[in-house]
């Protein structure tokens, strides 16, 4: 589910940067599997816990999965988000100055590598890694739309064009949300500290 | 947690309406207590793992809650979006024609307020009616951006306000996504059917 979810947004940003609308098509069809997928996990995660009552860090690894389930499947719709604005955004001829929409999908896309590489190896650090490029997201983000409302003013012609990139911005922005929630769900998972609003540890569900 | 979270929709969108920005505080105020309860419901489902191992109905009911609960937290934190996007509008003149903005809060209020009464009440016709609440507000969404850009081309100079008001229909429209979600929760805790992703029927927890 991680890897479709991963070569969805992956598909959706290289269709937008190499302007090849085609490769649009692949985003839905992994949509269906991921869409599968969330069902399936949600419901192994119900018989697991129905079946083998699981405690202390096996009950916070199913907790876990639900969430991180549930964050997966919506980077796949915000994948599918892109490819529609984008498939808008390729009707028109290309925005010049470029903004740096390249650069925040490829960040977006290697936090989204690290928190399931995170989940996977159970690795706290990588975990962490990921909490830090939510910053230089946010800064990416405010950057295209600084820069891509200025050209608005100066060429009004561009607007539904420039009004595709901002909304693809806020996907890719959505996208990198649901990365550090599953990087804060990697560090429950492993500690049981619950880092979410400011970090304050909660009490343990082992006690 | 979801009077909370009405309370902050609602703060948020008449702060708004009244151009009265002082109100966006307590959005912000009341994010800290959705946060806190965000924590203690989660803490609370894991305990309740833990120690009762609950079967059929009630484990659908504490896996219903877990999700439940995060789409709660983050309609909490997209009315924090308005408010801030809110504050951004209200800095310049208002722009006329006024687009439907509030329309479109009033139905995503509502779809918030049936969804929480269809969790409490357990009744699924509510929970179906929120579902089917969904296109109208994807219609006054798409009615606002098509007006707004029309708007921007012709009036250059409205952009950056313009931007505001698309941001917020996006932050409305996020805020019935998750009231959808809520509902789909509601089916499946009450039926045991999973409706997401077009309805085929999973296979139950308590076989």
Do not use: W
């Not at 989204?112 to 990921?130: C, G, M, N, Y």
């Amino acid at each position: 589910m991680g890897g479709a979810v991963e070569a969805s947004i992956e598909e959706a940003t290289r269709a937008l940067q190499e302007r090849a609308p085609e490769r649009f098509n692949r985003v839905f069809e992994l949509e269906h599997s991921i869409n599968q997928a969330h069902i399936e996990v949600d419901e192994a995660c119900v018989n697991l816990l129905a079946r083998q009552s699981p405690l202390a860090a096996d009950l916070r690894f199913v907790v876990a999965v639900i969430k991180i389930n549930t964050d997966l499947e919506r980077m796949g719709d915000q994948a599918v988000n892109i490819a529609y604005n984008g498939r808008a955004y390729l009707e028109h001829p290309p925005l010049k100055p470029l903004v740096d929409i390249p650069k925040m999908a490829e960040e977006v896309r290697l936090m989204t590598r690290k928190a399931l590489d995170a989940f996977v190896r159970q690795d706290r650090a990588l975990a962490q890694e990921v909490l830090n490029c939510d910053d230089s997201v946010d800064r990416s983000k405010n950057e295209i739309f600084k820069e891509l409302i200025q050209f608005m003013m100066k060429e009004p012609s561009v607007v539904p064009t420039a009004i595709n990139l901002i909304l693809i911005a806020r996907n890719l922005e959505r996208i990198g949300d649901h990365a550090t929630n599953i990087a804060e769900d990697v560090i429950f998972l492993i500690s049981g500290d619950d880092i979410r609003h400011g970090g304050f540890k909660a009490p343990q569900a082992s006690d």
